[in-house]
């Protein structure tokens, strides 16, 4: 299974992005997403999940009020709207598929297909 996950950069602090993944429909549709971000030398952490129909979805602490997740499952797609960005943002950004689709977990073992990543840098 692909995911592609897409729309990271640099960006000043206070700035936006919205990533995207992308995945077969078959996979996608059925099941709810989730982000995840690793720093270097950290752990990767939970960021946000949606559920397959999009009626639900959770978020991290460090960026409830920030980030939103959002998904259109007529383009295979889920995205990760990122405002207000601290430099303590910076990491590589994963989109994961879960095994439920309903669980909006914040536990990486919830999720059974990983993509590639992409670089959000956040400047001061």
């Known amino acids: 299974v692909q995911l592609q996950a897409s729309g990271g950069g640099l960006v000043q602090a206070g700035g936006s992005l919205r990533l995207s993944c992308t995945c077969p429909k078959r996979t996608c549709n059925n099941n709810a997403v989730g982000w995840f971000r690793q720093a270097p030398g950290k752990e990767r952490e939970f960021v946000a999940a949606?559920?397959?129909?999009?009626?639900?979805?959770n978020y991290s602490d460090s960026v409830k009020g920030r980030f939103a997740i959002s998904r259109d499952n007529a383009r295979n797609t889920v995205y990760l709207q990122m405002n207000s960005l601290d430099p303590e943002d910076t990491a590589v950004y994963y989109c994961a598929v879960a095994f439920s689709p309903y669980g909006t977990d914040s536990s990486p073992q919830s999720y059974r297909y990983w993509g590639q990543g992409t670089q959000v840098t956040v400047s001061s």
């Open positions: 949606v559920s397959w129909r999009g009626d639900t979805d």
